[in-house]
């Protein structure tokens, strides 16, 4: 396992399980089994409506609560400077404990910014306030960053981010670099795997890909554990999410090869630049039709 640092000093592992689009029936299952293959970081979110079940997976592990750098993120509908902070409390309710290692704002909502700007403020206060040992933002980019720096106090301690080989966003993490963020990958291996693009309506599936799949034979692994080498090598957090035991097991194996410069160099050619998730500039109405629920 590789611990990497903050920009405040806080260390979390590398790679985490994450919980996006995990049923809540099979997500404690699943916390519980990664746990238990020795993931010590777990990543989920308000929108993804299962952290009861992941505080429930982390107990029925039987792991200690301080060895877990446990993350979340709070929802839109949770912006504003009061919200927010009782976002946290919803959170940590629902999840059974009394801390977060970091908290996390999901989208910047360019057209309510003034709202995003009010949430990141409580998060300093959750900061100041030893609730939350580091905050961050998700699916932010350069300019969203800029205005954030502007108006705040605390530069985020993460930023995170779709990126995987086929969009690698350069611009981001030279961005998160330039102010010291740690670029975080939620879909470091495609989530679903397949990707729509320049390859018309056709979809494509990474794990067929032939670049991908040379390479992973010749370290005796699979595509997705290169691609999540690829991740770790380059210095980020990376997030693969699985309800599959073996799968779980199989993501946390990348510790005992190394790719070549040549190799990363190929993975690198790969990128698109197209977008698998939601373009986080593009208005998002329908984000606030969703409530967070109390504990």
């Not at 039987?62 to 504003?80: A, C, N």
């Not at 057209?111 to 900061?127: D, Q, V």
């Not at 960053?145 to 611009?171: G, K, M, S």
């Not at 018309?200 to 034979?217: C, F, K």
């Amino acid at each position: 396992m590789i611990d990497l640092t903050l920009n405040n000093g806080v260390t979390l592992p590398t790679i985490g399980l994450g919980v996006f689009q995990s049923p809540p029936e099979e997500t404690a299952a699943a916390v519980d089994s990664a746990l238990r293959v020795g993931y010590r970081h777990i990543d989920t979110a308000a929108a993804y409506g299962n952290e009861r079940e992941v505080g429930e997976g982390l107990r029925r592990s039987g792991v200690d609560r301080d060895d877990v750098f446990l993350e979340t993120k709070v929802w839109v509908t949770d912006y504003g400077y009061d919200q927010t902070l009782h976002a946290f409390d919803k959170a940590t309710g629902k999840l059974g404990v009394s801390t977060l290692d970091l908290l996390i704002l999901h989208q910047p909502i360019p057209s309510r910014f003034e709202t995003t700007i009010a949430a990141y403020k409580a998060l300093e206060t959750l900061l100041s306030d030893g609730k939350v040992r580091a905050i961050g933002v998700s699916n932010f980019l350069p300019h969203h960053l800029d205005r954030l720096l502007q108006e705040t106090d605390v530069i985020p301690a993460v930023n995170q981010v779709e990126l995987h080989p086929y969009f690698t966003q350069p611009e981001v993490r030279r961005a998160d670099a330039a102010h010291g963020i740690l670029t975080q990958a939620w879909s470091p291996i495609g989530g679903i795997t397949f990707y729509p693009g320049p390859w018309g309506d056709e979809r494509r599936s990474v794990m067929d890909d032939t670049t991908l799949t040379e390479i992973a034979r010749a370290h005796g692994k699979t595509p997705a554990q290169v691609m999540l080498r690829w991740g770790i090598q380059a210095g980020r957090s990376v997030i693969p999410k699985s309800t599959n035991p073996a799968r779980i097991a199989e993501n946390f194996d990348v510790f005992d090869f190394e790719l070549d410069g040549e190799q990363v160099a190929r993975i690198d050619a790969l990128d698109t630049g197209v977008r698998g998730g939601p373009d986080p500039d593009e208005p998002r109405e329908a984000f606030f039709a969703r409530e967070i629920p109390e504990a």
